[in-house]
């Protein structure tokens, strides 16, 4: 069933759980995640790039994964990820996104939290003030649809790591329902060992009752990710990992499948099976 993203993030950490969020650039790889969710017997996250969202296929995508989130067994909700455009905000929106992050973590302070606003009135006068926004505050250094080693732990994105003091303020004029952070996370593969600022998150966690979100998740070890939740992160973002498995999959599997008779049915059958296998992983990950 399709739920509104804070609820069902909020009713995670009330169990101390998190719940993670996996980009999706295609069907396969969604109805892969729904599968594990519904074997888990918990909820999940779609996201869309923005990248996709721009596109009128993408916005297709976004429509066709609300329906899956429609007829899913457990809380399933679709989310518009890192959008700073407000066109493309308004049109994944009203081809069924029910939530957004609204994205102005690269912009000066002031005109991140502008930017915030202006969505939700984009938003309100569209008729959709029941979607959910997420903000950022604090850059997250590499690129969220291709991965290259960046160095761990410094908070080398353009704002660098989230600036705890400016957490209250930030999110009462926002508005914003949930918060991601910037403590070391990293888009794509981190160089080394990933070094996340625990003494940050925990600074930033005081200072609002809104759940965190950590992006960056890939490459973030689960003895890591399970003292989440108790930080307040209700909401973990994957999409390197997965990708890369789906990738690694289809590499290995397209010869053999090629060889079988031009077998597409069989080689999206491996395609499901990996995403379906690490979306089971992290989902037991945050949960413990
Ligand atoms: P990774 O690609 O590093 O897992 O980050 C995903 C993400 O944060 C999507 O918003």
Known sequence: MRTRLDHLVVSALQQGAAVPAFTCYDFTTALAVVEAAEAAGRGAILLVAPKTAATPNGLRLISALRGLADSAGVPIAVQLDHA?????????????ADSVLADGSSLPYEENIALVREARAVLEAQGHAGVVIEAELGGLAGDEDRAFGLDAGTGTGTAGLTDSAQVEDFVARTGAQLLAVAVGNVHGKYKGEPQLRWDVLQDIAVRTHIPLVLHGASGIPA???????????????????LRTGVL?????????????????QGL??????????????ALSTLTK
């Open 268 to 281: 999206l059958g491996k395609w499901n099976a990996s995403a379906k296998d690490f979306a089971a992983g």
């Open 223 to 241: 003895e890591e990710l399970v003292k989440a939740a108790a930080m307040n992160v209700g909401k973990v973002n994957f999409n390197t990992e």
């Open 84 to 96: 700073s455009d407000l066109r493309v905000i308004a049109d994944a929106v009203a081809a069924g």
């Open 248 to 264: 690694a999959t289809l590499e290995a599997q397209t010869g053999p499948y090629r060889a079988d008779g031009e077998n597409l």
